[in-house]
């Protein structure tokens, strides 16, 4: 049998991980709101730059032709490719229940995006600075208010987090093994951080 001690671990480890994915998609659907005139259901949101990146995803884009923003458009093209999937491209963000809908859509990546960023804390706390340590950056990354709050917005903050995360692993183990993928792969999770913000470039060095 175990030890006790490996079995407290893990259940403070499962606890942990459960409960910060819960925070992460419980709540994505906060807008609702029963006060428009003539008793309809309206939608609200919170945040300004999600309401723009969603415009944004909606518009049409030429690739030759980009639009201007201040963030790249990795975020932009993969809310539009899952808009996509879902048929709601077509979507007006005028009406309550098609902006709903793109919403709670954007808001799942992101949410996704956010307990992915738990996993990689545990797996880089645990391979490079013991189990404690793992435990320990996992408790801060599943509580903290502001990673919590980042994941129920559609923001260019959880990619950017995400893969930051992704492309630190792929580093330190190619530095570890010299294996050629992992620098293949560290290439990629650099290229497409500078594909959400420009200075994500600066990862590389």
Do not use: K
Request: proline share 4%.
């Amino acid at each position: 049998p175990e030890p006790v001690s490996h079995t407290l671990y893990r259940s403070l480890l499962v606890l942990c991980l459960l409960s910060g994915i819960w925070l992460r998609f419980s709540g994505l659907t906060r807008g609702d709101s029963d006060f428009a005139a003539g008793g309809d259901v309206a939608y609200y949101q919170f945040h300004p730059d999600e309401a723009g990146l969603l415009r944004t995803a909606l518009s049409p884009i030429d690739p030759l032709d980009p639009p201007f923003t201040a963030y790249g458009l990795l975020p932009v093209l993969t809310l539009r490719t899952a808009l996509w999937a879902r048929g709601l491209e077509g979507c007006d963000l005028s009406l309550a229940t098609d902006r709903r809908s793109v919403s709670v859509t954007a808001r799942a990546i992101a949410a996704l995006l956010s307990s992915m960023v738990l996993v990689g804390t545990w797996v880089l706390g645990r391979h490079y600075f013991g189990h404690g340590s793992a435990l320990l950056g996992l408790l801060f990354a599943c509580f903290a208010p502001g990673a919590i709050q980042q994941g129920h917005f559609f923001l260019v903050d959880g990619f950017f987090t995400a893969l930051g995360l992704a492309g630190i692993l792929a580093i330190v183990r190619a530095i570890e093994t010299g294996e050629r993928r992992w620098y293949l792969i560290a290439g990629l999770m650099v290229g497409a951080l500078g594909a959400v913000r420009f200075n994500g470039l600066a990862l590389g060095l």
